[in-house]
C-alpha cells in the first residue's frame, strides 16, 4: 500500500510512477500554471501531468525550472492530441511539445484518445501509426515509458495484437461512483498501469450522506477520501487544483487508511457516474 509521496508503481520496463501526480487540465498557461507547478513540486509532489491539448506546457516547463527541483528527480507526463495522430505529426507534436516544455525527453508519453471524430473512419489504422511513432521515441530514449488514455479494452485488444510494446499505462476516468472495472480488470490481466484523471469527481459528490459521514469520522475532507480511495484501489490519482491550501491538502492522504467497511461504502456510491466523454462517441 502507498505510504508516501515516493512510493510508485512498477511499469513494465521497470521505471518507478510515483503514486500521486498533479494534474494540470484546465489550468491556464502562463502565472496560473508557472506557480501551481512550482507550488506542487515545493510541497513534495514529483509527478507531473500535462498535454499538449492544455496549451500550458510552456507554463509547465518555467515551473519546473522555477522550482529548483532537479529534472531528473521529476516524472514528467504529455500527450499526444488527436489532431496530430499519425506517425509524422505525432513526431513533429513530440518535438513541440518537448521545447515547450524545455527539457529533452518526458517520462512518460501517452495517446490521448483512441477514436476521434475526425479520425473514426481511419481507426484503428492511424492510432497505430501514432503509436508506431510513440514506440520509436522510446527506443531512442528520448520518451522513457509509453502507453495511452481512454482505452477500453477493444481499444487495448486492437493496439495489443499490433504493437512491438505494451503500453505501460492506460489513464482513465476513474473516481468514487465509476469505477470502470472491465478495463481495471483487461489493464490488471496485461500489466498495464492505471491512472486515474478527476479523482475527486470536480467535486461531485462531495455532499453525498456516505462520503459526508466519512469525512466526519476521520476527520478528512471529501477530496481527501476520493483520494485515498483511488490509492487503496491502487491507482495512480492526478488531482488538479491551483489553490497553494488545496495542492497541500491533495497530498495530505498517507497518514490514514480507509476501512474495509468504508471503501464498500464508497463503492456503493452509485450517483456520480461518468463525468467526461465516452472514448468511442468524443466529439473533439
Known amino acids: 500500500m502507498f505510504k ?22 484546465r489550468t491556464p498557461d502562463g502565472d496560473v500554471c508557472i506557480n501551481g507547478v512550482r507550488t506542487a513540486l ?42 496530430h495522430q499519425g506517425y509524422d505529426s505525432t513526431m513533429r507534436a513530440f518535438e513541440d511539445s518537448l521545447k515547450k516544455l524545455k527539457t529533452d525527453y518526458v517520462d512518460l508519453y501517452l495517446v490521448h484518445w483512441p477514436v476521434a471524430k475526425d479520425f473514426k473512419s481511419t481507426y484503428p489504422s492511424k492510432m497505430l501509426d501514432t503509436y508506431r511513432a510513440l514506440e520509436e521515441l522510446y527506443e531512442g530514449g528520448v520518451a522513457k515509458a509509453i502507453g495511452v488514455c481512454n482505452f477500453l479494452p477493444h481499444h487495448l485488444k486492437s493496439l495489443l495484437d499490433n504493437c512491438n510494446i505494451k503500453p505501460m499505462v492506460d489513464q482513465i476516468e476513474l473516481h468514487v461512483g465509476y469505477h470502470q472495472q472491465e ?16 479523482p475527486i469527481c470536480k467535486g461531485t459528490g ?13 476527520d478528512k475532507t471529501p477530496a481527501q477520501i476520493f483520494i485515498r480511495w483511488c490509492l487503496q484501489k491502487e491507482f495512480t490519482p ?15 492522504v498517507f497518514d490514514f487508511n480507509l476501512t474495509p467497511k468504508q471503501m464498500s461504502a464508497l ?8 463525468l467526461g466523454s465516452h472514448p468511442d462517441d468524443c466529439n473533439f
Open 4 to 25: 508516501s509521496l515516493t512510493d510508485g508503481k512498477l511499469l513494465a520496463n521497470g521505471k518507478v510512477l510515483p503514486c500521486l501526480g498533479y494534474g494540470t487540465w
Open 42 to 83: 515545493t510541497l513534495g509532489y514529483r509527478h507531473i501531468d500535462t498535454a499538449q491539448i492544455y496549451d500550458n506546457e510552456n507554463g509547465v516547463g518555467v515551473g519546473i525550472k522555477n522550482s529548483g527541483v532537479k529534472r531528473e528527480d521529476i516524472f514528467l507526463t504529455t500527450k499526444v492530441w488527436n489532431t
Open 267 to 274: 463503492d456503493s456510491i452509485k450517483e456520480i457516474g461518468q
Open 238 to 252: 492526478l488531482p488538479k487544483s491551483v489553490t497553494p491550501s488545496r495542492i497541500s491538502e491533495n497530498m495530505e
Open 206 to 218: 462531495f455532499d453525498n450522506e456516505i462520503v459526508q459521514e466519512i469525512s466526519k469520522d476521520i
Open 183 to 198: 478495463t481495471v480488470n483487461f489493464c490488471r490481466e496485461n500489466g498495464i498501469v492505471l491512472e486515474a484523471w478527476s
